[in-house]
């Protein structure tokens, strides 16, 4: 089946984010599921349209999800974990194991590989059943083949879904070593699907393949893409792997009887080496070069220039050309984008303009200018133009922001040391052991939301909005207070999202109205654009930090966004150093942790959620990452005094390999999210012999269930038995703002009622 041009995924939440609106309607019980059902149809059928009308040949399937493609992957293997085996209903269950309910705790989530994408940790276990149900697959199938498409069915493959799995029935820290008993269930998959036509085209996932662990999966891969290729003749298999390259897997995958081989050329240079593999097996090459992850325009004769020289090596009839991944990480169409500088908007390409790029590339590459009809040859005349611009644009810098970096060097310190800080702070909090606080924000009613957005659109004036701010401010101060919470917050209702609060008040930075790209379930962020040098020209948070301040005499923490997670959560400018740019926006932090202590606020959290998310897959490449990320954090804290506690706080990470460097960055509390995952995390801190300040978090917020008392007295002793007391501080595990007023109040007393009950015990 000749294909020229591929796809590897295309998002689903929706470009007007229909799936998040009906499913959260849904979750709320103001809309039935068969309404979930009718949206989901319809975006999938707009989806492929799209892919279609822009000529694409190899359109996926199955890459629609209601929550998570790997939550789906584990409904389709039969492998639910035996906790929601009592949940009789198909739909209940699902979302029971996405989300939780009144009686389930929900499964562990956490980053896919490098991304800001959220998935479903698989719980395994030796001797567990597996039923294939692919109910899913064939309703996708009939339908796109009712709409004209041949369809290449996406699977996360054996070798990635067990890497990502969790074992429940031993130590060990993967599931790898159920290989063995995972595969029957693969193989079986695959049988199934072999029904669904005469050919049928499987796109199977292993970005496992591009880390450190390809190592030692290099003879499970020979083995697994064996038996997979040889269970039925009709099923042509594609491996396709992002994100760095691939050159262990390679070597074994060219040795298998599957078609082809998908391989990042944007994230992973390297890949170039294993060339000659590839050609000599007679292998398809998937050679993804339109950027899957960031939102610059491609410039397209460079791409054409570089497929040139990969098929001085690779026959062209053996090239696939293809994005570097799914574009599930970028946002929909610029369609939308009316307020946009139109220079900086004619500098991008969301995920409808890449399929154009993907279109026009493939067109100049096998069939020369000639093939391009006109509107085509008008995009690539635009594109050409646009990357001039970009290159001469004196948008992109600023002269003072580059004096000040050539200081920076001199700020590449740590603070004095932990132990005087700690006992100085003490003395001037006076908190408690266990001490009691929040991550930060507090839910985002549609009341608020109401409010900024009629600010925003000039419903309301500004001392208007400013005193309908305050009202929501101290509201949540006399809660916090009303529960005798021991260190409080404003809540954040001024902020659209941690990131993007931020990136407005930024120089360098620019915003989208709709580059909303899916984080997890029906979570959207919208990511900063930071298209220039970066600059911070007045204080962003004081105004209402020292508000919140005025109305207790309790710490009132000041909430920043740390340089790194701004960066890791950005679409970052790729004509300079990612570490350059971060030090810039750790400059402009700097200023703002300055101006916060001199107001009196001296408490103050630089949240680095994303911290973990950026580190290379690859080790040989970490120690670079690490340096500018500590560096960066040192710049932006070491300004405070000795009295001024500096807090942080990260998520949805595998503390293990990088506690060396968490240490490092000497923030004197780290909060860290705990409520699915147990005290796994904890223990790396215990081992590690980590003297500062720990808050674990104790609830899982993304959850809608309201723990207990008891819960949450039984999750403080387990992590009493880890670390004492006095190290110990006790908080949800993240912040607030996407659950309701009705869960957060009952579960923010049950907190506090718990802590006090053991801080009386211990």
């Not at 035996?82 to 980053?111: C, L, N, Q, S, V």
């Not at 919208?526 to 005025?550: C, H, L, N």
């Not at 500590?630 to 405070?640: G, P, R, Y």
């Not at 595990?733 to 309701?740: A, E, I, S, Y």
Request: charge should be negative; charged fraction near 30%; glycine fraction near 4%.
């Amino acid at each position: 089946m000749s294909k020229k041009n591929w796809v590897t995924g295309f998002a689903r939440i929706g470009e007007q984010r229909e799936l998040k609106k009906v499913l959260e309607k849904y979750w709320k019980g103001e809309t039935s599921f068969d309404e979930v059902v009718e949206v989901s149809n319809m975006l999938k059928v707009r989806h492929w349209k799209y892919q279609k009308d822009a000529g694409i040949d190899a359109i996926s399937i199955n890459d629609f999800s209601l929550y998570d493609q790997t939550l789906d992957m584990i409904e389709i293997l039969g492998l639910t974990p035996d906790r929601f085996k009592d949940i009789e209903d198909k739909t209940a269950r699902y979302f029971a194991m996405a989300r939780g309910d009144k009686e389930h705790t929900a499964m562990e989530m956490t980053k896919w590989f490098n991304t800001n994408y959220h998935y479903i940790v698989p719980e395994l276990r030796s001797g567990m059943k597996f039923n294939i149900d692919i109910s899913k697959i064939i309703s996708e199938f009939e339908a796109a083949k009712k709409e004209g498409i041949t369809p290449k069915i996406n699977i996360i493959g054996p070798l990635t879904f067990l890497g990502n799995a969790k074992r429940i029935d031993s130590n060990e820290l993967d599931a790898l070593g159920l290989f063995n008993e995972v595969m029957p269930a693969y193989i079986a998959l695959f049988k199934e699907l072999s029904k669904l036509d005469e050919q049928v085209i499987v796109q199977v996932d292993e970005p496992i393949l591009v880390t450190d662990k390809a190592v030692e999966l290099s003879l499970l891969v020979k083995e697994a893409y064996t038996k997979l290729a040889e269970v039925a003749e009709n099923i042509d298999i594609y491996v396709v792997t992002y994100f760095d390259h691939a050159k262990e897997a390679v070597a074994q995958l060219t040795q298998t009887p599957i078609k082809g081989i998908g391989l990042d050329f944007v994230y992973g240079s390297e890949n170039c080496d294993v060339l000659d593999q590839i050609a000599q097996s007679g292998k398809k090459l998937i050679a993804g070069i339109v950027d899957g992850r960031n939102i610059w325009i491609s410039d397209i004769e460079k791409k054409v220039d570089f497929l040139n020289e990969i098929a001085k090596t690779v026959a062209k009839e053996q090239i696939i050309v293809s994005t570097s991944c799914s574009l599930l990480h970028v946002p929909y169409t610029l369609k939308y984008e009316e307020k946009l500088d139109a220079q900086i908007k004619s500098w991008l390409a969301y995920g409808v303009e890449k399929l154009d790029e993907l279109n026009i590339i493939t067109k100049l590459f096998f069939y020369g200018a000639e093939a391009l009809n006109s509107d085509e040859a008008l995009k690539f005349a635009q594109n050409r133009e646009a990357n001039a611009s970009r290159k001469s644009s004196s948008m992109i810098h600023d002269e003072a922001v580059q004096e000040r970096m050539k200081t920076i060097d001199e700020l590449k310190k740590q603070r004095v040391a932990y132990e005087e800080r700690i006992k100085v702070q003490h003395e001037k909090f006076n908190y408690p052991p266990l001490a009691t606080t929040t991550i930060g924000s507090f839910p985002q009613t549609p009341e608020v939301r109401a409010v900024r957005r009629d600010f925003k659109n000039g419903a309301i004036d500004e001392a208007t909005y400013i005193e309908k701010m305050k009202e929501f401010i101290k509201e949540c101060v006399e809660f916090q207070e009303s529960i005798d919470l021991d260190v409080l917050v404003h809540g954040e209702f001024e902020r659209n999202d941690m990131v993007e609060y931020f990136g407005e008040q930024l120089k360098g930075v620019a915003f989208s109205q709709n580059g909303w790209v899916q984080s997890y379930g029906s979570r959207c962020v919208k990511p900063p654009i930071i298209y220039g040098d970066v600059s911070r020209p007045e204080p962003m948070t004081v105004f209402w930090s020292t508000f919140a301040q005025s109305l207790t005499d309790r710490p009132m923490k000041g909430m920043l966004t740390g340089p790194v997670t701004i960066l890791n959560w950005s679409f970052v400018r790729d004509d300079q150093p990612r570490s350059e740019t971060c030090y810039q926006i750790a400059l402009a932090i700097r200023d703002e942790v300055d101006d916060l202590q001199k107001a009196g606020i001296k408490m103050i959290q630089v949240d680095e959620a994303a911290f973990k998310e950026g580190y290379p897959l690859r080790r040989v490449n970490r120690p670079a990452y690490e340096k500018f990320a500590l560096e960066s954090f040192w710049i932006c804290t070491n300004v405070a005094e000795i009295d001024t506690q500096i807090h942080t706080h990260m998520c949805y990470s595998d503390f293990n390999d990088i506690i060396d460097t968490i240490e490092a960055m000497d923030a004197d509390v780290i909060s860290i999210e705990t409520a699915r995952s147990g005290n796994i995390l904890l223990k790396v801190f215990k081992e590690h012999g980590y003297k500062k300040e720990v808050g674990p978090g104790v609830y899982d917020i993304h959850s809608p269930r309201v723990p207990t008392v008891e819960e949450i007295e039984k999750q403080i002793h387990s992590l009493l038995e880890v670390l004492p007391a006095r190290q110990l501080w006790i908080n949800p595990d993240c912040g607030l703002k996407t659950r309701r007023w009705e869960e957060v109040k009952p579960s923010l007393e049950n907190m506090v009622i718990a802590t006090k009950k053991v801080r009386e015990e211990v």
